[in-house]
């Protein structure tokens, strides 16, 4: 699957506001309680918190134009995904240049 890596502070505060629908990888130096919002994104998606492991520890299916999500784990990584797709809570992911796939 295609991913839009964002590593600066501003691609990840940025994130998909005023954007069409594309797949995005955050990418933290370290791992961290990672908060997102929905303001100004008009489609909902799906917010895969990944550790250090390269584990998905949490899904998050976010709708449009909501304020805050407070993640409940550290992560390392977060994948937001505006496409269908079978991921689930314990998967190992693979990330390679701009693509993620399961392990």
Same mark, same amino acid.
Request: charged share 30%; aromatic share 14%; glycine share 2%.
């Given at each position: +699957? /295609?991913? /839009? &890596?964002?590593?600066?502070?501003? *691609? !990840?505060?940025?994130g998909?506001?005023? *954007? /069409?629908?594309?797949?995005?990888?955050?990418?933290f #130096?370290?791992?961290? @309680?990672?908060?997102?919002h +929905?303001?100004?994104v008009?489609?909902p998606? #799906?917010?895969? @918190?990944?550790? =250090?492991? +390269?584990? &998905? &520890? =949490? &899904?998050k !299916?976010? %709708?449009?134009?909501?304020?805050?999500?407070?993640?409940? @784990?550290?992560? /390392? @990584?977060?994948? $937001?995904?505006? =496409? %269908?797709?079978d991921?689930?809570?314990?998967?190992?992911?693979?990330i390679? $240049?701009? $693509?993620?796939? %399961?392990?």
């Amino acid at each position: +699957m /295609k991913v /839009k &890596i964002c590593k600066t502070m501003i *691609s !990840q505060i940025k994130g998909l506001m005023f *954007s /069409k629908r594309k797949n995005l990888l955050f990418i933290f #130096d370290v791992p961290d @309680y990672i908060d997102l919002h +929905m303001l100004f994104v008009f489609f909902p998606i #799906d917010a895969l @918190y990944v550790n =250090e492991n +390269m584990e &998905i &520890i =949490e &899904i998050k !299916q976010m %709708k449009p134009f909501r304020w805050l999500y407070k993640a409940k @784990y550290k992560a /390392k @990584y977060v994948i $937001e995904l505006t =496409e %269908k797709h079978d991921f689930v809570v314990g998967d190992k992911v693979v990330i390679n $240049e701009n $693509e993620i796939s %399961k392990l």
